[in-house]
């Protein structure tokens, strides 16, 4: 049983067949969640735009370059407003 975030994420990664996500992945994806969420002010944006990382970091090469670039994409196209 998953009692703690690292323990569903790393069950979750044996499931699926990938190697668990590294720290630095894990702060990508909770940044781009944050900006997804607070640059449109809507909170359902972030699991969206989520997946949609996922799915392109698992064709690259380096899953946290992928990560990083898809957040300042979408703090470029939705800024978060003061």
Do not use: Y
């Amino acid at each position: 049983m998953a009692t703690t975030r690292s323990d569903l994420i790393e069950a979750l990664a044996a499931h699926v067949g990938t190697t668990p996500l590294t720290e630095s992945e894990i702060e990508g994806c909770l940044a781009l969640a944050a900006v997804a969420a607070h640059g449109t002010g809507d909170r359902t944006a972030a699991p969206l735009a989520s997946f949609l990382a996922g799915i392109a970091a698992a064709g690259s090469n380096d899953r946290g370059a992928t990560l990083d670039e898809l957040r300042r994409h979408a703090a470029s196209i939705a800024p978060v407003q003061e």
